[in-house]
């Protein structure tokens, strides 16, 4: 029998295979797809996700990790945030030079993914988890693997596996979803003028755009439209490149830098993002990253908790391992709402204000008058603790 079944070999899933194998589990990664795949995500990793990775990557590598080393090569760093809405921009810089990384989805998740199986872990590619049955000493897992029905039986089963996570349905974890509030498409674009090492939010009439440069000279962009707007534009989203780049050239704050653009690769559309639930765990069956709650994409912070959970999760199952039983989980559903509960706060309040233009633009002024901007930066950063607070710059 597995000590661990991960279901999901994305950002979460992998982190957390990759450090249970360093802990001697045996451990296997099922996941519905095949690597390396595009996911639809604006791609910047906050400066608590740049972190948790490069501890990810560190831990117990004496001798240096040189696919690291290459790793790092195309990661872009990020220095903080640019808001614009109308004439109103907003700089804030992460506090004491902390810097978050932008890094293309295939690339980051791959990598993640081939650490974990060069670390013990076994992959099990298009396994699709269907349900999970707790017993006494485990679970029964059953899944769809290349077109069969399969059975798998592990100690313990992490649900990895996304917004719409089966195993979170399966064990009874997941909560009603809330009403579609938006719909996203994201693509890379060349030729985009005057990038900075910022993440920009371009807040306009009906429509979000968010741009973040990638290495090579590209950037991601990400269109976000409210649930209304995006039934009219269903054809428009069924073809995406041409949408994404019309709503850069339409965008007051961005048509002038668009002038050369061009969209390079698919756009992927997707959407809603509400998926909540109850708690992260239940018996002998754990949640972690997107699977274990999510909201809304518009801070960026999906990566943050995908690398965290990961450590929490990781150090909760070593425990029960160590305790030969389950009852050491329940720590770890308390200790994420401690620690996300706060973010995912501040996430909705934002979120709010974003769809209001008026209340956004007096929002920046409060801001600025406040200067609280890096306060703010750090914040949905999640900069690790104890860096210090720069001014702000406002034009
Ligand atoms: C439009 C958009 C923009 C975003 N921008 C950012 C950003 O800039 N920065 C940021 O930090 N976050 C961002 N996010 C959030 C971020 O993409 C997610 O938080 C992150 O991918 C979560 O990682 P995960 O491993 O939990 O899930 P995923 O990356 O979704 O991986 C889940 C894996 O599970 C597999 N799977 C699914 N179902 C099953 C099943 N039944 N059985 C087995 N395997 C299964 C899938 O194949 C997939 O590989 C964005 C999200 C969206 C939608």
Redesign the pocket.
Known sequence: MLDVLV????????ALAWRLARLGMRVAI????R?P?R????????PG?AAALRRLAQDGQAGGDPSWDELQGELQPLEGWALHCGSARLEARYPGGAAGWSCR?ERL?GWLLERAVAAGAVLLPE????EVRQGGSGCEIK?IREGRPVKLAARYVVG????????ARSAGLAAPPGPLRKV?L?GRIAGLADLEPL?ELHLEPGALI?L?PLAGGEA?A?L?LPAAAAASSAAALRHGRPALLAALRASPTLAARALQAEASGEALA??P?DAPVRSACSGRVLL?????G?YD?LT???????LR?AELAASALADARHAGDARPLQAYGSQLRREFGPGAALQRWIEYGASRPRLFRAALAGIRWSGTAERLASRIGDCPPGAEFRRTRLR
């Open positions: 279901c999901g070999g994305g950002p979460a899933g992998s099922a996941d519905a797809g690597h795949r996911k639809p995500c604006g791609e910047s990793l906050n996700a989805r998740d396994c699709r988890v269907k899944a990895a596996d996304g917004i719409r996570s089966a195993v996203a994201t993440v968010g973040a991601n990400t976000v997707c959407g993002f972690v990253g997107d699977a274990a999510y994409p960026g912070q999906g990566l943050f908790r995908a959970g």
